[in-house]
């Protein structure tokens, strides 16, 4: 098998667990679309297994992400890229708050996997600086306290963003500063040993290997699409067999 040096500043561990995660996320929105379509019963794809499979899936976009942002950003940001990978992912982020606020109102995205990446980036600068270990306490902290602590005073709209009112909105995709933002400082944490490690540098990979990592690559583009596509296809099919 001939080989193919991955490209200049690309690791190839971390393409291959986001095109895990991308496939992780497709299989689960297959299995949600299967309840909506009444395929399966209502409740089949946000309880028990596969509540548990969303929040893994869920969990690897946010560390994968705080990983990526200490690989490009630790030895000094460079700000014209962060700012665009930030555009990018808040202006995604704000085109599936519209297409949901338009086509599901009473459940649209207001604080999904993409707003909180983008915010997550955001504070996620402030502790570019920190030790491994400083990252894992703080990572702690925001794991643990949903769970400890919820107050009404945070149950307002203005504030349910934050993850600690005692209700849940309703929403499609909802990942919260608390616990989630705990991912993400776990993403970092783990960027930084491994790093320190030499286990996060280019290697030769084999060809086939850097193809089927497309996705990982793509991560993005196939969030944004897949859905619109998965339910496409399901309107297709119960109209041909209707």
Partial sequence: MAEAEAPRGRIIGLDVARALAVVGMVIYHFTFDL???????????????????????????????????????????VWPRFWRRFGI???????????????MPEQFVFYGILHS????????????????????????????????????????????????SPSTPASMDFEPLFPWFGAFLLGMALAKILAKQGLLVP???????????????????????????????????IRLNG
Wanted: glycine share 10%; aromatic share 14%; charged share 5%.
């Fill in 89 to 103: 992912i808040a202006g995604a982020a704000l085109l599936v708050t519209l297409a949901t606020r338009f086509v």
């Fill in 35 to 77: 309840g909506l379509f009444g395929f399966t019963p209502p409740n089949y794809a946000v309880t028990g297994f596969w509540a548990m499979f969303a929040r893994a899936v869920a969990g690897s976009f946010l560390l994968l992400a705080g990983a990526g942002l200490v690989l490009a950003h630790g030895r000094g940001i």
């Fill in 203 to 237: 290697h030769p990979v084999p060809r086939w290997l850097w193809r089927a990592t497309w996705i990982g690559r793509h991560s993005l583009v196939i969030y944004l699409l897949h859905q619109p596509v998965l339910m496409g296809l399901f309107i297709a099919y």
């Fill in 117 to 164: 990446i983008a915010v997550s980036s955001l504070l996620g600068l402030a502790m570019l600086r920190l030790p491994f270990a400083a990252l894992l306490g703080l990572a702690a902290v925001f794991l643990a306290l949903p769970q400890m602590f919820r107050h009404a005073a945070f149950d307002t709209p203005m504030l349910w963003w934050l993850g600690l």
